[in-house]
């Protein structure tokens, strides 16, 4: 008996986890990202249709100079993926995700900037948050050194009505 390799049986699995360290562009941080497919259409060529829900989060902090301040992001966004067979040992995917994105900025100032502005009688720590909707294409490929597990290589395309940013992540993905 042959196996199947391992790009061809993703069908027929229940599911697929992957997580990893992740790179926001544009200033936007080093986070993480999970997300989970579970496969809803196969076909005999080995390419699936699955649903997928994303979350990640990514931070930019700045510390120094009489300053703290930091930017975050987190996103949850759900949508479809297309995968199929490259090779032996590896599988691509396309995706296309929505949801909502929160953004976040915060600037403290230190004890000796604190001071200053208390007697200049000035607010010197503030900060602004925005939740807004996301749209994400994206494509990945996974490397599986075992029936199970992955390694992965993503690149996404987050376009929002702020603008649009990339987000690259790379990690482990797990079959179940």
Not at 2 to 18: H, I, R
Request: proline letters at 2%; one cysteine or more.
């Amino acid at each position: 008996m042959v196996a199947a390799p391992a790009a061809a049986q993703s069908a027929a699995d229940g599911g697929t986890l992957g997580a990893g360290l992740s790179f926001l562009g544009d200033e936007g941080g080093t986070g993480v990202t999970v997300d989970f497919a579970k496969p809803i259409k196969s076909t005999i060529s080995g390419r699936a249709l699955e649903l997928v829900g994303d979350v990640s989060f990514h931070r930019n902090g700045i510390d120094g100079f009489g300053t703290d301040a930091s930017l975050t992001n987190m996103t949850a966004q759900a949508g479809l993926r297309v995968k199929g067979p490259a090779g032996d040992k590896v599988t691509w995917h396309a995706q296309v995700l929505a949801g909502f994105i929160r953004s976040s900025f915060d600037y403290e100032a230190d004890d000796l900037t604190n001071e200053l502005c208390d007697e200049l009688d000035v607010d010197c720590d503030f900060g602004d948050s925005d939740t807004g909707f996301i749209f994400t294409p994206g494509v990945g490929l996974n490397y599986w050194f075992s029936q199970r597990t992955a390694l992965r290589a993503q690149l996404d395309l987050l376009i929002n009505d702020d603008g649009s940013s990339t987000r690259f992540w790379v990690g482990i993905s797990r079959r179940f």
